[in-house]
């Protein structure tokens, strides 16, 4: 098996990775090609009306038709290649993609002018992009192929040893035999070729050489951290073991093991023993992020933001109480406003300002003999299902009134479980409803004749 694969890329699994994505980028560019071909041959015979040969035409079908096949082909079986050196791999792939290309870049040219036409410059494309995938010596290799094939078409053309295909709408005047021409023209061809592919080359190997040595620094990078995190670990268990120790000693201090203390000493020690699981916590946390890193092991944790913002507080409770702050600590979360839902003909569910009006709505109800109840939730997130369900069993009628599209209703009906009709009265765009539309829309579901005026 030819060797193609360069010493530092046997183990570099980037280099691979770009090979196939390359090879990928090839393909989709044949594909491209071959509509090309189509479009410029359709154009230049029913636009440009060139008086192609048959030879011409006959041979233009058949490389277009060739490309399109063995492309197709290509593509199939790239998912079969494997990364492996010393085996057909990427590197073969690309090498085959190339040699067939070149063939029919090749017979194009040679069917629409040879050293006359102007696409032969795609010769100069094609090394430039197999610069990007194939090793030095190996594009040099086929650029030297590809140089000495297209200047033999061009040398046989000249003694008329093969015919020349001269387009004549397009070149005014044959100049296959003109010695200078030919010798400017190839020239020219031959040192952009061996430049575009020498530089392209010494990029790409560059290029590649750059993104290993990225990738080890990186892998040293996490060695580092790896074993960073298990000094961390190390350290911070013998850190723990001595408070661990020390907090049991103070625990047994305060229960009275060695005798009888004041309460001075007793609220001293709980504060040790306060500061020494904050200590531990912190210590646990440590060690949890310790093991995120290195493990890669994530633990959830349910956790009570009023405890949270409890224990916060606490911690700063000497400092609090030096400056003589009182303060008191409420959770509203499980708090809701309850307003006259017993026996009523219907309760309202309603926060913020619909609430708001909501009361005056019931002192219109209630002149009226309608006995409206009001439950107003103080946190729509947890929601307070259990108080909505408490509130069922109370009325009739449930709705929820909203200056929205609906977003509480559902989980109004969630809470109700199905045991009562849950209704919704609301509006949107900044509209507020009037008092008196909403004690039509509570008449109208209790069944009652509402008033047109």
């Known amino acids: 098996m030819l060797k193609l694969i360069p010493e ?28 090309m071909l189509v479009a410029m041959f359709t154009i230049a015979i029913y636009i440009f009306e060139l008086s192609l040969t048959k ?22 079986f790239r998912s079969k290649l494997k990364c492996t050196p010393g085996e057909f791999n990427p590197l073969h792939y690309s090498l085959i993609q ?8 090749t017979l194009i040219i040679y069917f629409s002018g040879s050293i006359e036409t102007p696409l032969y410059m795609l010769y100069i494309f094609h090394m430039i992009i197999g610069s990007l995938i194939l090793p030095v010596r190996v594009i040099f290799v086929l650029a030297t192929g590809m140089i000495l094939i297209f200047s033999s078409i061009v040398v046989l053309e000249f003694f008329g040893t093969i015919p020349h295909y001269h387009i004549k709408e397009i070149y005014s005047s044959e ?18 070729i061996y ?16 993104e290993q040595q990225l990738k080890e620094t990186l892998e040293e990078l996490n060695k580092a951290e790896e074993a960073k995190q298990k000094y961390i670990m190390a350290v911070v268990h013998e850190i723990k073991s001595p408070i661990v120790a020390a907090q049991s000693i103070v625990e047994l201090v305060k ?19 306060t500061r020494t699981d904050e200590a531990l916590t912190l210590i646990n946390n440590i060690l949890r992020i310790s093991k995120l890193k290195l493990l890669g092991e994530v633990t959830f944790e349910k ?6 913002i409890k224990m916060s507080i606490d911690q700063q409770s000497e400092l609090i109480q030096s400056k003589k702050i009182k303060y008191k600590i409420q959770d509203l979360r499980t708090i809701n406003e309850e307003v006259d839902c017993d026996d009523a003909d219907i309760v309202i569910c309603a926060f913020g300002l619909a609430a708001r009006i909501t009361r005056n709505v019931m002192q219109l109800a209630k002149e009226e003999g309608i006995k409206v109840g009001l439950l107003r939730p103080i946190t729509l997130w947890p ?11 109370k009325t009739d009628k449930i709705m929820s009134l909203e200056l929205n599209a609906g977003q509480m209703v559902e989980d109004v009906r969630l809470a109700v479980n199905g045991k009562k009709q849950v209704h919704f009265y609301g509006r949107t765009g900044g509209n507020i409803p009037t008092q008196q539309e909403i004690l039509d829309e509570i008449k109208r579901v209790l069944g009652k004749e509402v008033s047109d005026a």
């Open 8 to 35: 530092w890329a046997y183990n570099y699994e980037e280099y691979w990775n770009t090979i196939r994505s390359r090879n990928l980028w090839f393909i989709q560019i044949r594909y491209a090609a071959f509509l």
């Open 55 to 76: 030879v011409q035409i006959y041979w233009s079908i058949g490389i277009s038709i060739s490309i399109l096949f063995y492309n197709i082909l290509l593509h199939a």
């Open 98 to 105: 190339m040699v067939l290309d070149l063939i029919a870049l």
């Open 175 to 192: 100049n296959v035999h003109n010695v200078r021409f030919i010798l400017s023209s190839l020239g020219i061809f031959i040192f952009t």
């Open 195 to 210: 430049t575009s592919v020498g530089i392209t080359s010494r990029i790409a190997k560059r290029l590649y050489k750059r």
């Open 255 to 273: 229960s009275g093991y060695v005798g009888k203390i004041s309460d001075k000493i007793e609220e001293k020690l709980a504060r040790t023993i």
């Open 303 to 308: 956790v009570d933001i009023f405890n949270l």
């Open 383 to 393: 929601f307070p299902t259990d108080a909505i369900a408490a509130v069922v069993d």
